[in-house]
């Protein structure tokens, strides 16, 4: 089998996205290297692994890795790195109140989804095996998937400005200015990681999780136009939780057996099928 590319997995709340999310990433880990990312600040996987919301990936075997970040920690880390640009490279700004301007970035809109995506770039650049985000529901997820075109196109023309400021500076002056230099690579390094992020979806199967009722399918069928009109990769549909097991493949059952990774393992050799139907056609 082929490296199978990343996956987005996301479907209305309750119907066992995180639970597909884990029983994919496992038997997928048995062959390719895998990084299972959660970016629901539920901290699900926390409770089907046993795990702990953490800085950095944790290894639960040599091929699986589990990332749950704690969405506080991050939020508070890009705030602190956004202070040390401003007071390192905008110093007029003293001038001007700058802790006043740096404080509103603490609540400025967009910052938690912003912070999630530059670290997806931060562990995911050089990874070379499987990435699965396990999604929030469908409300929070297309907000969340509609900020790396944001980023786009606000780093884009946030670099184009940097320029022209630099080169109206090296006119005036005369000389090049190492500070103005200093704040291009800062626009050029945001630029390359909403390129990076926008790609890495561009390139993402998305994976919609309903449950066999009509408020679940509308709220899907929903999901996927916005997915289609934003240009991402549809199509793939798990009906989970049915009282008619044949659409399931057996993981009907799933939800209500899953407590732990012992019980993760035991159900996976039943429920290999639907994984392998839907991965042939990549």
Known sequence: MKNPGSFFISGKGGTGKSTISSILALYLSRKFRVMLISLDPAHSLSSIWKT??????VFINSNLSIFEPDVSQLIAETVNKAKSDIRSRFRFLDSLNSAAIVNILSISPGIEEQALWEMVSNYTREFS?????????????QKLLSVPIMMKNWSENLHHLAVEIRQMTERIWKGKS?????????????????????????DTRFITVINDDP??????????????????KTGISFVNMSENRSKTNGLGK?????????????????????????LESF
Not at 129 to 141: E, H, K, S
Not at 270 to 275: A, M, Y
């Open 178 to 202: 190492e500070n103005q230099q200093k704040i291009e690579e800062i626009t050029n390094k945001s630029l390359k990681t909403a390129n990076y992020i926008y790609n890495l979806l561009l």
């Open 254 to 278: 799933l939800q209500s057996d899953l407590y732990g990774i012992e019980k993760l393992e035991e159900v996976l050799d039943g429920n290999l099928s639907v994984f392998e139907q839907t």
């Open 129 to 141: 095996g499987v990435i699965i985000f396990d999604a929030p529901p469908t409300g929070q997820a």
């Open 52 to 57: 702990l919301p953490a800085s950095e990936p």
């Open 215 to 232: 408020l679940s399918k509308m709220e899907a069928e929903n999901y996927e136009s916005y997915l289609s009109v934003m240009g991402f």
